[in-house]
């Protein structure tokens, strides 16, 4: 007999029929209700047992984490909660879990304690929903897309250039660690690595998805890149995994306006799939609020949070309009930011995000037209000569969660920036011939993906919604 | 006005309607008839120009390569070729393309020619078939899992285990590069390094992905992966991407049905949703062909080879058997292996597979029940205490596209193997946490996705099916 999920189950038809169903034991109470779990849904399903009817050797090996086999017969169930049940005919132990040594018991373990149990976190309902609304998410992500007329495109993930200069790199190398081959100079020779030079793990597709939008049209990556700082932070990994959108032909309005279709699509595609998960979620976030102080509590609940984006339009403001509000913001002028803003140029902390999105404008912030000299090389220069058209997107409870722009599509003025960031041109000369060749207006963005998910989630950690958090002095696994 | 994609306008939908395109100029004929490209199909749109109407200045910027946006109307087409042209009454050039120094023009390139201008090769027909059929491959994966109920799980890319031993591997570190910290014994501190330990690039997610299905049920991930190996070949990479699913409670024959249903689904996906890019992939392959001597040409064309595959059931064959019917083969015979198959035990090569394929069953293979002293630790033993519950999937042309099994869930079994191939258990104790913790039957496989391109796209280099392939000696872009 096929065995069957226990989604499937528990839609109810196969009312009466008789079935087989795998699982892991959830709890098993009173010697009678086992609750399966198959992690196809985060609802267990409720096998009734008649003890009597089965050898004690069996249901001592009914514990917590269990897997079983279970034959029976799908019934209108008796009890509260659900509305079938298995009365079981049969058991078929696969593998036991001894409950003085399983960690994973049904009682309530810190986040912090599961993470050092990494690999058997997601049989926890907490972490399983989690990773059901992060697999859903990826996939909303492509559908979307997909829908739109993007094509899904891979960027290297070793490089060979490390110009773009948006964080610290890791070094990929096959040399000998501890006698590495020299040049005459003294210093490495890394003609003798395996690439035939010093390579590192990418901070980001962006340049490459140009060199595909240039040609298709509209490209977007889904891959990891890399940080190597050591920031031990709730917010950074030096593993994630980005989204970058490219598209050739769109300005920044055009830019914008994906960006905010892009996010109000896979946060209303989770709302329409992912139901139940979310509600645990939200209870799980509630609960844990609890123990916070009232200033600390999140002031929406999960599903009206998610809400407040799909349902807003998103305010267009520009940097030098937020800085004018920051500036005579009440939090401001009591001090009470922890970075004052004192003058145009400043770069905004995730204190001056958040008034804006929380408290001043109180629907989604998209700041455009930012300072030249805070923001990447690429970005388009604005004809007034001292901003560019950059925007980022701001999210309540977690800032700025899409940072893009628009381009500098104009070989001059983009070989002018290089140079007096020391860029050397050698290093992207295959960057500038898109600027040489057939060049047009385009624009971009990148969304952090486990930042989307901590958002989705819920969860105020970003190590518990990645399977294994890579951090420092962490990569266990 | 709005621009819209030449894919939509050859629908003919906006005909006699004024019209904004943006896009490419592939050709321009006679100063009259510009085929101008934007990536979202293979096919141009033909705009034609009245040349008495236009700026000399103008129209000498209209080259192969030229970024143009066009405005006029839509007509029926008087030419041969297309239904639909543009009227053009409007050319803004975004960005000219100098004859004299643009590499793509509209003549013959080599692919090895192209392979040196990765950021611009994708602007010809060539590539951006083969980007979109990569597109929609990759899209038809997640499509299939999600409509299986399995979730995409993102397995670690760097890892701190090298235990599995798929191949050579690539150090991740931040240590200096010359001058590395050493501990007392002299060998290097790794203690110092990013993630205190030594850290590598994954070469497989499974055993990731294994502790996911044990938890989730069914799961796959679709990532890069990777090989420090010195393989200068049109088969190999040193980063590629793979797919690998895993289910709990499946055994070698359900992966085996998944593996079949799941190669049709993503075949079928790109018959039925490229056919343009296939066709025209399909003449490069017999023009390319039609160079080579009879022998070494393909049997099929590529839209029947994939035809092949979608409707053909594969054939079921143990290894036993295999070695059996390839002893008495007549190349065996005659000595025209290059590796003479004379025992069963023998590592069956590419000539053996594409033999099975090509000759002997003209149908795509599974190879099952393998020796366990070929593969790998992790691979189901049979009662027979010699094989294991691998399989493999053969294609023509290629051979193995598919490796998978059914994993040893049996700890006891499992440390054995483990011992004797010196596989420390402390660099695994997750993995064997998964076997003391209600463990079960489970199965999964790996599929190497640029494989899976060469062979539905008839290219020849696995090169040419990635945007920026990594292979030693080489990490340009």
């Not at 805070?374 to 000569?385: H, P, S, T, V």
């Not at 050698?426 to 011939?433: K, N, Q, R």
Request: glycine share 6%; aromatic share 12%.
């Amino acid at each position: 007999m096929r065995s069957v999920s226990i989604k499937e189950l528990l839609t109810g038809k196969q009312l009466l029929q008789e079935i087989t169903v795998n699982g892991w034991v959830r709890t098993f109470r009173s010697n009678r209700f086992i609750a399966l779990n198959d992690g196809s849904t985060l609802h267990n399903i409720q096998c009734v047992v008649d003890f009597e009817k089965f050898d004690d050797a069996i249901l001592k090996q009914v514990n917590t984490g269990a897997a079983l086999k279970i034959t029976g017969t799908l019934v209108e169930s008796q009890g509260k909660g659900q509305n079938v049940e298995i009365q079981v005919r049969d058991i078929f132990v696969h593998g036991d879990a001894n409950p003085e040594v399983y960690p994973i018991q049904p009682k309530k373990h810190s986040l912090e304690f599961l993470r050092e149990k990494a690999h058997l976190r997601v049989r926890t309902n907490t972490f399983s929903a989690v990773m059901r609304v992060r697999s859903a998410l990826a996939f909303a992500i492509h559908q979307y897309f997909r829908d739109n007329g993007f094509y899904y495109f891979h960027a290297p993930i070793i490089t060979g250039s490390d110009a773009e200069g948006a964080g610290e790199m890791f070094r990929v190398t096959t040399l000998d660690e501890k006698n590495p081959p020299l040049k005459e100079d003294g210093t490495v020779d890394f003609k003798e690595d395996f690439f035939g030079k010093e390579t590192n793990l990418t901070v980001s597709g962006q340049l490459e998805a140009e060199a595909y939008a240039m040609a298709l049209g509209k490209v977007y990556t889904f891959g990891p890149t890399f940080r190597a700082e050591n920031s031990n932070t709730s917010r950074h990994l030096a593993e994630f995994w980005m989204i970058e959108p490219e598209m050739a032909f769109y300005d920044l309005d055009a830019n914008m306006d994906l960006a905010e279709d892009f996010i109000k699509y896979v946060l209303g595609y989770i709302l329409e799939h992912c139901e139940e998960d979310l509600k645990f979620l939200e209870t799980r976030l509630l609960d844990e609020e609890k123990t916070k102080p009232q200033s600390e509590r999140s002031e929406m609940a999960l599903i009206e949070k998610l809400k407040f984006i799909t349902d807003n339009n998103f305010k267009r403001v520009t940097y030098t309009e937020a800085i004018e509000i920051l500036r005579n913001s009440s939090p401001n002028k009591k001090k009470k930011f922890q970075y004052l803003i004192d003058a145009w140029g400043a770069d905004l902390q995730s204190e001056h995000e958040r008034y804006l999105v929380e408290k001043h404008f109180k629907c989604p912030v998209i700041l455009f037209d930012y300072p030249a000299k805070i923001k990447a090389f690429y970005m388009r220069l604005n004809e007034d000569g001292k901003t560019v058209r950059a925007m980022d997107i701001l999210f309540p409870g977690i800032g700025e969660i899409v940072g893009g722009s628009q381009r500098e599509e104009r070989l001059d003025v983009l070989k002018q920036k290089m140079t007096a960031l020391d860029i050397p041109e050698e290093e992207l000369w295959w960057y500038l011939d898109l600027r040489k060749f057939g060049t047009a207006v385009h624009s971009g963005f990148g969304l952090g993906f486990e930042r989307l998910v901590l958002f989705a989630t819920g969860m105020g950690n970003i190590r518990d919604v990645i399977p294994f958090p890579r951090t420092p002095q962490n990569a266990e696994f």
